[in-house]
């Protein structure tokens, strides 16, 4: 199973809290371990939870973000959140992964996820986006650019060792993570893994026999011990005896 990384948003504003809270839950590689709403809090959590990445305002009362920072033996990765600008200096002296100024937008806010992605080599390179619609991407790192794909574009998912190669029409994208990674987020979005090396739209599905499956011309082999699966997703099981 994939392990996500986890978090904690530091900050005394509810408002900037709940911004962060929005942008995150649009992903599924990281999960928020816990909030704080100062310093000090942040320094008993810290001592008791496991964190990986943490969202840190340089203002609040009592303790300066700065200054927890300098507070701890092992801090985890740091994200600054602040509205002052004039701080920026100050922070990567202290080797914070970014800097974030408020309001915080997703953009920027997804600039900051793959530096800690790429920064700590975490197993993750998917995250999962929904726009408030019906419609819902993928975000996929290929090298050091993210790729925004509707998951109505997919048409197949294709395993090629580590990588994980995304098949659109208009695109191809090439991305060093495993398909186990993204069954589990496909399968629940019309998708079905029919081969080790395969997991396809259902949508897309243009024609099958007991041993293959088509997207137009291009056949997909079924594995045997995903058939019966297959089959029963399809809802026909006249092949399952074949």
Do not use: W
């Not at 200096?89 to 790429?118: C, H, W």
């Not at 024609?207 to 029963?232: A, D, M, Q």
Request: overall charge negative; charged content about 25%.
């Amino acid at each position: 199973m994939e392990t996500k990384a986890k978090c904690l948003i530091v900050d005394d504003e509810p408002l900037a809290i709940e911004v962060l809270k929005s942008h995150l839950g649009k992903l599924k590689s990281i999960e928020i371990a816990g909030t704080a709403a100062d310093a000090i809090e942040a320094f008993d959590f810290l001592n008791n939870h496991r964190v990986d990445l943490m969202f840190l305002d340089i203002h609040m009362p009592e303790m300066k973000g700065t200054e927890l920072i300098k507070s701890l033996k092992n801090p985890p990765a740091v994200i600054l959140t602040t509205a002052h600008r004039q701080y920026a200096l100050e922070g990567y002296d202290l080797n914070v992964l970014d800097y974030l100024l408020k309001p915080v937008s997703f953009e920027r806010f997804m600039q900051a996820i793959e530096k800690f992605f790429t920064t700590f080599n975490h197993e993750s390179e998917v995250f999962l986006h929904n726009q408030g619609t019906n419609e819902e991407f993928l975000y996929l790192r290929e090298k050091n650019v993210i790729h925004k794909i509707p998951l109505s574009e997919i048409m197949y998912a294709e395993s090629m060792g580590d990588n994980l190669i995304i098949h659109t029409p208009e695109r191809v994208i090439n991305s060093r993570c495993t398909i186990t990674s993204i069954e589990t987020l496909l399968s629940e979005n019309g998708f079905i893994r029919i081969h080790r090396s395969f997991i396809v739209s259902i949508k897309r599905i243009t024609s099958f026999s007991p041993v293959s499956v088509f997207i137009g011309k291009k056949e997909f082999p079924i594995g045997i011990s995903y058939k019966k699966v297959v089959f029963n997703k399809l809802n026909y099981d006249g092949f399952l005896n074949k």
